[in-house]
């Protein structure tokens, strides 16, 4: 069975639109991993297998993914209205809002749970991290870049939530959550996985969506290790179209120049004052990979036709 689901987080960089284009490009296999998993659209959008790794070296993201698999109902009840004693949240923020109800969406929530809430443990950093991924502006988690960004019409309503938790939570049992640098991730994967490998672009400005700094020479190490495992592991890459990506990666097998489109529904966040509605962009990218794909296409029909 498929279990096709989406990401149950918003994130800058994200695959969500091009999982179909990255699915008929993927090969039967049974170990699957993920090193730069941010919000892992492809794991979600796919089959689980035997044997699925998700590693990202953002520490809050990965202990969001934890308490979605081993804790989704403590996440639910602190996504919830309680007492303010017990959820350390003033009133006037949650006003019109019964107790055991989904936290209302509003912008002096968000305000709050940025610059105010201090979580005392996992779980608490978990629900902040939540609700302000689902409320900020294009899902950027990097706190000098964040901004409310919520709209009833195009994000996902909190009386939403709990169900996309347990559906997530289902999907996410048994699988492997690591914070690690993707080294030590890649250098340590199983023979024959298959690798999805998703880095922060090589020129756009990447520092201002994450948490984590990825220079230069991370691009040159990502490389090199690469390089170094091609010959035991299947390897699917992503990038920036660049002639420099280009020339680095040259030893692959394939490097394909994909593109597709996709739509962005904007709401009145802060920081840029607009009502912009349904832009449309392209997404462009190189597909680079360390196999031959020719066959795959045919082979993937079914799971994409499920998909659609
Ligand atoms: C382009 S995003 C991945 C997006 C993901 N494929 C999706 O569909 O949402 C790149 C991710 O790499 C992570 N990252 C940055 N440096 C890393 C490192 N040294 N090791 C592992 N992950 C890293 C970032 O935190 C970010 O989540």
């Not at 520092?207 to 290790?225: A, I, V, W």
Request: hydrophobic content about 35%.
């Amino acid at each position: 069975m498929v279990n096709s689901i989406n990401s149950p987080f918003r994130y800058a960089g994200g695959k969500f639109y091009a999982r179909k284009l990255i699915l008929a490009h993927i090969p039967q296999h049974v170990h699957y991993i993920e090193p730069f998993a941010g919000g892992a659209s492809i794991f979600f959008a796919k089959a689980k297998v035997g044997f699925n790794h998700l590693n990202d070296i953002d520490e809050e993201l990965m202990n969001v993914y934890f308490m979605i698999r081993d804790n989704p109902e403590g996440l639910i009840s602190f996504l919830r209205k309680r007492s303010e004693d017990e959820s350390r949240i003033p009133e006037r923020l949650t006003l019109d809002t019964n107790c055991g109800d989904p936290l209302p969406a509003k912008k002096e929530l968000h305000k709050f749970f940025k610059n105010i809430f201090e979580p005392i443990n996992d779980l608490e950093r978990a629900g902040r991290w939540f609700y302000l991924n689902r409320t900020s502006y294009s899902g950027i988690m990097n706190f000098q870049n964040m901004y409310w960004g919520y709209g009833d019409r195009f994000s996902m309503q909190p009386k939403n939530w709990a169900q996309n938790i347990r559906r997530t939570s289902k999907k996410l049992q048994n699988v492997i959550l690591t914070s690690d640098d993707f080294e030590t991730i890649i250098d340590n994967s199983p023979d024959d996985s298959l690798l999805f490998i998703d880095p922060p672009y090589y020129n756009a400005d990447q520092d201002k969506f994450y948490n984590y700094p990825f220079t230069r020479e991370d691009h040159l190490r990502l490389q090199g290790c690469l390089r170094r495992n091609s010959n035991r592991l299947l390897l699917f890459l992503t990038y920036d179209n660049e002639t420099d990506i280009r020339e680095m990666y040259s030893w692959m097998e394939e490097i394909h120049d994909r593109e597709w489109n996709y739509c962005i529904q904007r709401t009145d966040d802060q920081k840029f004052k607009t009502d912009r509605k349904g832009e449309r962009y392209k997404g462009k990218e190189l597909f680079i990979l360390n196999y031959h794909s020719d066959y795959i296409e045919l082979n993937n029909q079914v799971q994409l036709r499920l998909l659609a």
